[in-house]
């Protein structure tokens, strides 16, 4: 049997729900039970009554179905750290509300909000302050809640996101310690951005609406707020797959997220909108050879300490306020 057989098979027999994230690679992707983006591999993870969770993401996604399932064993092949949620510990939110406060707002004035691109001690941290978490496909719903509550939105760790949604709300927002006034924003957000969507430019927007004048430009809201300006559309992960397969097949569109979920999209008309090839290299740490070591571990009894994911119960408790929150919205 090859790796790809012995996986299906291991999957029969074994109390065990096979996730992945839409940005795995194509192999790993298409043996998963359940795929999707954050929000839905969160919600759809916690539903299933498995006992084992093998998940095929990046370590924060792994924690959230932790939080809200700690009965559950969660495993994960490659716990691979996404570079956006490493850039945030605990360490740096309390030095960035140190900032804050010196800049004259007291913490009783601030609602933290997480992009789930954090890790679930940061989680916990913002759910402690009565914060809550948001994903790119509810973040709108998500900021005005916390704008009712008439306090500024400390918003962690994605500069762009936070940049975007306020931009698109009408609101001010300000980068904590690149010297913007943060009295004067509605958001205020913390200086963190993901390596990947950073590789979108403006240049490349240029490129492509010359060479294809009636091309259509699809961006995530992690890219630069300027080429999320010149795009014809933003959105999150799921969004943007319903708004590429719903396109004619003769519209050309050029999309700026992920490789190798793009690839995947539709077979014409859809570029990559940039000249690199932008793979998230945590995201395609996980192999074929990991996800059948990792079930193999549950059928040998004999589970790899270091794929097994762990919360401590204070974080678990915190977290999930931040999360339970979200849902609730
Ligand atoms: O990690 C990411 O870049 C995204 C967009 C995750 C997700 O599925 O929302
Ligand atoms: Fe993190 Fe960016 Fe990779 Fe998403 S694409 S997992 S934000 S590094």
Redesign the pocket.
């Known amino acids: 049997m090859n790796l790809k057989e012995e996986i299906i098979k291991l999957k029969e027999e074994l109390d065990v729900t096979l996730v992945a994230h839409f ?1 795995q690679r194509d192999e790993v992707f298409e043996l998963a039970d359940i795929t999707g983006d954050s929000l839905e591999l969160a919600k759809r993870a916690k539903a299933t009554d498995s006992k084992f969770i093998v998940f095929c993401g ?1 370590g924060f996604m792994g924690e959230s179905v932790k939080v809200m399932s700690p009965e559950k064993t969660v495993l994960m092949p490659k716990i691979a750290c ?4 490493r850039m945030i510990d605990e360490g740096y939110y309390e030095e960035n509300l140190v900032k804050i406060n010196e800049a004259g707002i007291s913490n009783d004035d601030i609602l933290p909000i997480t992009y789930i ?1 954090s890790s679930a001690a940061v989680k916990a941290r913002v759910g402690k302050m009565g914060g809550m978490v948001c994903t790119s496909s509810n973040a709108y719903k998500i900021i005005e809640k916390g704008l009712k509550s008439g306090k500024k939105i400390f918003f962690v760790p ?1 500069r762009c996101l936070g940049q975007n949604f306020a931009k698109s709300l009408n609101l001010k927002s300000a980068i904590v310690g690149d010297g913007s006034d943060l009295k004067e924003a509605d958001i205020i957000c913390y200086n963190g951005f ?4 950073q590789q979108f430019t403006v240049e490349d927007i240029e490129f492509y609406r010359e060479k294809y004048p009636d091309i259509l430009i699809a961006v995530h809201p ?1 890219c630069d707020p300027k080429v999320c300006d010149a795009s014809d559309f933003v959105g999150s992960t799921s969004q943007l797959i319903t708004y590429i397969k719903e396109l004619p097949e003769d519209q050309k569109v050029a999309v700026g997220t ?1 490789f190798n979920m793009v690839n995947r999209l539709r077979t014409k008309n859809t570029y990559i909108l940039s000249s690199t090839k932008p793979e ?4 395609n740490e996980t192999t074929l050879q990991d996800v059948y070591n990792t079930l193999k571990s549950i059928k040998d009894d004999n589970i790899i300490k270091e794929t097994e994911i762990v919360v401590s119960e204070e974080n678990i408790k915190y977290a999930r306020l931040a999360l339970e929150r979200m849902f609730e919205v």
């Open positions: 940005y990046v996404c570079a956006m949620a691109n994605d993901c390596s990947v969507h992690e992920e998230c290299p945590t995201m």
